[in-house]
Nanobody, 123 residues
Framework: QVQLVESGGGLVQPGGSLRLSCAAS????????MGWYRQAPGKQRELVAQ???????NYADSVKGRFAIDRDNAKNTVYLQMNSLKPEDTAVYYC?????????????????WGQGTLVTVSS
């Protein structure tokens, strides 16, 4: 079993900043890509940012230049630094990891999602 613990959400004024964290633990042989998604009320979940094991990143156009994703492989943790926040960034943010688990002779790749953390941008 794998557990993802998210933290860092909350209420912030427009133009403010927040830093989200997501720590993974459990039966992880190797972490692959890690990412952040968000879902606003009445909308579909969308990719915000993703980072590979080598550190390559990609971002949704709406957050480029404002958000930065990073990871600490030693801590199995992914971060999302969010700056210049806008009301339209309000959503529940979920982390997602791709990882390899299983036994020595039966490895498999799968995904896991965090429970979500609410970010509200409002004055």
């Amino acid at each position: 079993q794998v557990q993802l613990v998210e933290s860092g959400g909350g209420l912030v004024q427009p133009g403010g900043s927040l830093r989200l964290s997501c720590a993974a633990s459990g039966s992880i042989f190797r972490l692959n890509a890690m990412g952040w998604y968000r879902q606003a009320p009445g909308k579909q979940r969308e990719l915000v940012a993703q980072i590979t094991t080598s550190g390559s990143t990609n971002y949704a156009d709406s957050v480029k230049g404002r958000f930065a994703i990073d990871r600490d492989n030693a801590k199995n943790t992914v971060y999302l630094q969010m700056n210049s926040l806008k009301p339209e960034d309000t959503a529940v943010y979920y982390c997602k990891i791709s990882y390899i688990s299983g036994t020595t002779y039966a490895r498999y790749t799968t995904d896991a999602w965090g429970q979500g953390t609410l970010v509200t941008v409002s004055s």
